[in-house]
């Protein structure tokens, strides 16, 4: 075996240049193929910590509308509570939902994550604790729970067991100190507080109010269908009989708790939800790159064929059967593999923070420190090899000697069996850069277009119910400042990312209408910048209190030729349409545009975020001003300023950094392509240095002899285009389908990606080739 190593390694001296190609491309290959690992076991890790999260379930529901069906992440407040009464194979339940708030401690305040949830949150689901009894910790509406992060913030170095601290003018007691969630947590929290206090502050009914997380936690053994044919029984009894009379349906179903992080589609959801789709397209793109690294081994393998025919003549003649040939191949190819796996693990570990920048995860670089990772390690340098060295060791150790006194080549099917490798190269490489091109010019379309609305110098923030007396002194000081142009106050709802949705009966429509709904006050539209078709916005609170806007979806939906003076009806309150909005992005443009209403304040009706409008770009000086303001008039309320021209780009974050991978993927595979190629070149320039001699004593320039050798490969890049190309479109239209608001894939996408790709290889097999064109030919001839 030693020997074996021995000579492996002289091998890999003797062909260093190639050598370094093959250990250079398989390096890269595998560091993101062991990123992707990481990622991979990270996301299909979360959850799973919890003590019987087998038997843990959470409950969500389709809610079917006339118009369209929505996948709702959660259930109305009252699922737990009578599922677990009605259902014997219900063991517990457990209902939380999330929001913000300020922690009030000695006169300073804390923002935090706080989650609402029922007295059996810490027994139900596995988050230690540091301090504090898990089954007691939550058993009166006065107990809070703070993770140690928040304890830490908020108290120091102080105790804070029994410590009192204020949450919207309401005391509450710290009974105990929870380690932070993990990150492999679909529920995050700062503090945890009883859900029965949301409870008294809000509607719970079946049909509207507060909607939350709810998870049953059923008897081992019991059936799952048969339990979610019980609940939709159930429900059809408590809402869904009245429901279907105006063509809606709640239909539940339920999801493993395992399952919430990857397998949620929905379009309204309290947990931290990743995606399949996302794993998978890096996983095939990073396995298609290490396939490329271990393409380059078996072209330049085989194509050293010729050198290493002689040697494996002579082994032959010895005595080596065709086994031992193939153990020393494949024991070269071995030696080269584990180096690079070494470099691999090296740089790995060293890109896991910007990997982790990237992709928003918290990855922790874990090989080699278990016994299933040491399992993976293992593994994946077998694969490798074998897809390394499998072919270019079969076919070495079966060339017979009588070959050299042939003068052995090869052979033109070797030749083309490379020329499709690298064909299938490039082909990868040029589908990266199509796609990478593809996203940026999205990205740059959205950016650039205009939304409908004016979201620049604008800012937004929540407030507490504390604030609802208050609110016309709050935008008076606000007007005072010099910098501002308006102010508005809404009930919720920002044009470009959410609004809340309410059902309208509509003139001439049998159904009534889901539609997006925001009350505001008349300055709304004017401080948004929102446009209309004839002018007529809000007059004031009296004269406009049964008047309403709506957006042309609405009209579009409603089937009306002319909208003004239509009435629609909502809780039995009749409203005329005064103007039609002219278009505006709605929410996120992953969403179908929707029907908005946009109304007045009235009677029940309250302001839950205020809107501000600057005359220049927000700096520290204004920041400040508008936030000793809100410190004064309300103190309980987090309060935290957002820009929405920033909170707008933040949505598509993760397309953003998806086009960045893709860029270094399109470079890495481009350049490993391209180091392949110019070994390939370099191999193929040598063996027919011979012919180049004879080419340059009959006339030929360097010139010459490189547009030949170019055109010979560029033949099989232009196929790489060819064939690229339809597959790529076909897949990015798919991922474009996505945006409501899209670009096409235009041409001069597939333009610059065959150019890049063409120019690169061009590159590749000239430098490669000009060493032997450049060559005076009687070195070459002299002995012929």
């Not at 039609?580 to 443009?589: K, P, R």
């Amino acid at each position: 075996m030693f020997k074996l190593i021995r000579n492996s390694y002289r091998s890999l001296i003797n062909h260093r240049s190639y050598s370094f190609i093959n250990i250079f491309g398989l390096t890269i290959g595998l560091t993101f193929v062991i990123l992707i690992l990481l990622w991979i076991k990270a996301e299909t890790g979360y959850d799973r910590f919890h003590e019987g999260h087998q038997n843990i379930y959470r409950v969500n529901h389709f809610m079917v509308t006339p118009k369209r069906t929505q996948n709702m992440g959660g259930i109305n407040a009252p699922a737990g509570p009578e599922f677990k009464a009605n259902f014997p194979a219900i063991r517990e339940y457990l209902r939380y939902r999330p929001s913000s708030a300020n922690i009030k401690y000695r006169d300073n305040f804390y923002h935090v994550d706080i989650v609402w949830a029922d007295s059996n949150f810490f027994s139900m689901l596995s988050f230690p604790l540091r301090s504090g009894n898990k089954l007691s910790c939550l058993s009166a509406a006065d107990k809070i729970v703070l993770s140690e992060s928040a304890a830490s913030q908020i108290f120091g170095g102080e105790n804070p067991m029994n410590k009192l601290i204020e949450i919207n003018n309401k005391e509450f007691v710290v009974s105990a100190v929870a380690k932070d969630a993990p990150a492999n947590s679909s529920i995050s929290f700062d503090a945890v507080a009883l859900f029965s206090v949301l409870e008294k502050e809000s509607y719970t009914g079946w049909d509207g109010g507060l909607r939350c997380q709810t998870f049953l936690k059923l008897v081992p053994g019991a059936s799952t269908e048969v339990l979610l044919e019980d609940i939709k029984g159930y429900l059809y009894t408590v809402i869904n009989e009245r429901f279907l009379k105006s063509g809606y349906e709640i239909i539940p179903y339920l999801q493993a708790v395992k399952d919430i992080r990857l397998g949620s589609d929905t379009d309204f959801d309290f947990s931290n939800n990743g995606s399949w789709k996302r794993i998978i397209s890096f996983a095939l793109v990073g396995l298609l790159i290490l396939m490329t690294a271990c393409f380059n081994f078996v072209n330049i393998s085989t194509a050293l064929s010729i050198r290493r025919a002689k040697e494996v003549s002579i082994r032959k003649i010895y005595g080596s059967g065709r086994k031992r040939l193939i153990v020393l191949f494949v024991t070269e190819s071995g030696l080269s593999i584990f180096i690079s796996l070494i470099l691999s693990l090296l740089l790995a570990k060293a890109l896991v923070p910007y990997f982790n920048t990237l992709i928003g995860s918290e990855l922790v670089f874990s090989l080699l420190t278990t016994f299933e990772w040491i399992v993976i390690t293992v593994l994946l340098w077998t694969i490798c090899v074998f897809l390394a060295s499998f072919y270019s060791a079969w076919y070495l150790s079966s060339i017979p000697p009588i070959s050299i006194l042939r003068k052995f080549t090869g052979g033109r099917r070797r030749q083309l069996s490379r020329n499709i490798l690298v064909t299938f190269q490039f082909a990868l490489s040029i589908g990266l850069i199509i796609s990478c091109l593809v996203i940026y010019s999205q990205m740059r379309y959205i950016r650039n277009s205009d939304p409908g609305f004016s979201d620049e110098n604008v800012l937004y923030t929540g407030l507490s119910d504390q604030a609802a007396g208050r609110t016309d002194i709050i935008k008076d000081k606000l007007l005072s400042l010099p910098g501002i142009r308006s102010v508005s106050l809404a009930t919720g709802g920002m044009p470009g990312l959410n609004f809340t949705s309410n059902g309208y009966e509509v003139e001439g429509m049998e159904q009534p209408l889901l539609s997006n709904a925001v009350y505001a006050d008349k300055d709304y539209l004017t401080t948004l910048g929102l446009r209309l078709e004839n002018g007529r916005d809000f007059l004031d609170e009296t004269t406009d209190q049964y008047n309403v806007l709506i957006n042309k979806t609405f009209v579009n939906t409603a089937g009306w030729k002319e909208p003004l003076g239509k009435k629609i009806l909502r809780n039995s309150i009749e409203y005329r349409v005064i103007d039609v909005v002219q278009a505006f992005h709605t929410g996120s443009d992953l969403n179908e545009g929707q029907a908005v209403v946009i109304a007045l304040h009235n009677e029940w009706g309250r302001a839950g975020i205020i809107v501000i409008k600057l005359d220049k770009p927000p700096d520290s000086s204004i920041i400040k001003q508008v936030e000793s303001i809100f410190s004064s008039e309300d103190p309980v309320s987090p309060n935290n300023l957002v820009v929405l021209n920033d909170s707008l780009r933040s949505r598509y974050d993760e397309e953003r950094n998806l086009n960045t991978i893709f860029f270094v993927l399109s470079v890495l595979a481009i350049l490993i392509s391209g180091l392949g190629l110019f070994g390939l070149a370099t191999y193929s320039s040598q063996s027919r240095k011979k012919e180049i001699g004879v080419r340059k004593v009959n006339g030929a320039m360097i010139s010459d002899i490189l547009t030949r050798f170019s055109t010979e490969l560029m033949v099989w890049i232009a196929l790489a285009i060819i064939v690229a190309t339809p597959v790529t479109i076909l897949i990015m239209n798919s991922w474009l389908s996505n945006f409501e608001y899209k670009t096409g894939i235009r041409a001069w996408i597939i333009i610059t990606a065959g150019l890049v790709t063409l120019l690169i290889g061009l590159i590749a097999v000239s430098i490669a080739t000009w060493r032997e064109a450049s060559r005076n030919p009687t070195e070459t001839l002299r002995f012929e």
